[in-house]
């Protein structure tokens, strides 16, 4: 039996939760600042971590119907209450779950029957512990399992890369954390599985397109879809710049059509806001569904055609009727995915089949250039000229011949800073800023 929360233990835990998400979020949103530094150019407008607004994980829980409920944050919370007890569906990183839990906790505090775990990465996943009770069933679809192992096997590779991407570095300690944990779930399942609690129906359906392990839940009654990360407010990550697995986009596609034929009335995502109507839903659906068909078809055409990768990066754009932003993924970075999902890394060159780097030609093309000052001058007069990415090749270049040479380090921060500034997704910028933090520390500052 859950004891139920007293008002004065309510607020007493609600002051201790607000003050460590403070502290968390300041580390999160600026994680330069502790140690007075300067901000690195502005924040981006939308994303994982700009969606972990302060004013979002300290508001109260919003209702989305009659019986659900959403805690928001880098990743929401979803409770579905039943005069039976309750479901809880993902429940957001360890260290956030326990905010969320109190925000839940005052629609209500009745037993925690079910949690259900639309896929196993850490925003999902992390806050487990904080919802189980005993008696608890956890659910996920039977791949979680290899894909857990397989974030356990790159551990270390993954939690260096977030840190990275998001730019924070307490990220790195997961490696020895949540990545690779054993399974959390009690039930497993293949392609469906259903239960009722309280009169309500939950239908639970292998979707995958994030993940491979990625399920959707479809609750009839209420004409509601979970649909975990199978859909954002921008082009999804079809290839996720930290390193992934191929996400194939036919999944994506499958698993969307799956969604729009229960004509559901409510879209609930596991990051954003929720889509409600059943006509706007049909429409948000299917305009982002063939934006990723699109995209995917556009790259089958152009391998076909014998273009390169970095011809179609640069070709494929979506259609005005199709664009629906790309303010998280990127359809460039999803046309080298697919592309190099499709026929994997081999271009065709035979130079590329050994184990010789190109790098190694440059440090000779440097020395003909006449050396590294010579070719970092040229990139910042590259960088100068609004050629960043150019200027930034070419300061690698001249980094290669000499790792400490302050022109081209000097070179290469231009170019980042110009990046940066103009950035409007939030992954690419947190590897801007990546790469302004680690230029910076190379020259000393």
């Not at 659910?139 to 990275?164: D, P, T, V």
């Not at 993940?211 to 954002?232: E, M, R």
């Not at 065709?348 to 006449?370: H, I, L, R, T």
């Not at 940066?420 to 801007?432: S, V």
Request: charged residues 20%; proline residues 5%; negative net charge.
């Amino acid at each position: 039996m859950q004891v139920e929360l007293t008002n004065s233990t309510i607020r007493f835990r609600k002051f201790l939760s607000r003050a460590w998400a403070l502290v968390f979020l300041a580390s999160m949103l600026s994680p330069d600042a502790s140690r007075g530094e300067e901000r690195v150019s502005r924040p981006v407008q939308a994303g994982p971590v700009a969606l972990f607004r302060i004013s979002d994980a300290l508001s109260d829980a919003v209702q989305i119907h009659p019986s659900i409920y959403q805690a928001k944050g880098l990743s929401n919370t979803f409770l579905v209450t039943t005069p039976d007890g309750n479901v809880v569906i993902d429940t957001s990183l360890a260290q956030l779950a326990p905010l969320h839990k109190i925000a839940l906790s005052r629609v209500s505090t009745a037993p925690v029957k079910y949690i259900i775990l639309t896929h196993a990465h850490l925003d999902h996943i992390g806050g487990v512990n904080v919802w189980k009770e005993p008696g608890t069933e956890v659910i996920q679809q039977k791949n979680c399992r290899e894909f857990l192992n397989y974030q356990g096997r790159l551990g270390k590779f993954l939690a260096s890369r977030n840190a990275a991407q998001f730019n924070v570095d307490w990220l790195r300690g997961q490696a020895k954390g949540n990545y690779g944990a054993t399974i959390p779930a009690t039930i497993t399942f293949d392609k469906q599985y259903e239960f009722e609690l309280g009169g309500v129906t939950f239908q639970l359906f292998h979707t995958p397109g994030e993940t491979y392990d990625h399920l959707s839940v479809w609750i009839p009654q209420f004409k509601a879809a979970f649909v975990g990360d199978n859909y954002y407010p921008s082009f999804p990550n079809i290839y996720s710049l930290r390193g992934t697995k191929p996400r194939w986009a036919l999944d994506y596609v499958e698993s969307l059509d799956k969604v729009l034929s229960w004509e559901p009335e409510i879209l609930i995502p596991s990051h954003g806001d929720p889509v409600h109507g059943a006509e706007h839903v049909k429409e948000v659906l299917t305009r982002y569904r063939n934006a990723i068909l699109y995209v995917h078809d556009a790259t089958v055409r152009g391998i076909n055609e014998g273009k390169d990768v970095y011809t179609l990066m640069r070709e494929i754009k979506l259609p005005p009727e199709l664009d629906v932003g790309e303010k998280y993924g990127s359809v460039a970075w999803s046309v080298r995915g697919i592309y190099e999902g499709y026929v994997g890394w081999f271009d065709g060159n035979p130079a590329n089949m050994y184990a010789d780097p190109p790098s190694d030609a440059q440090k000779e093309v440097v020395a003909m250039a006449g050396g590294a000052d010579a070719v970092a001058e040229r990139a910042a007069e590259q960088v100068e000229l609004g050629e960043f990415v150019k200027g930034l090749h070419l300061a690698d270049m001249a980094l290669e011949s000499d790792p400490k040479n302050t022109k081209a380090l000097r070179a290469r921060l231009a170019g980042l800073e110009a990046l940066a500034d103009r950035c409007t997704n939030a992954i690419e910028h947190g590897w801007l800023l990546h790469g302004i933090r680690m230029t910076r520390k190379q020259l000393g500052e």
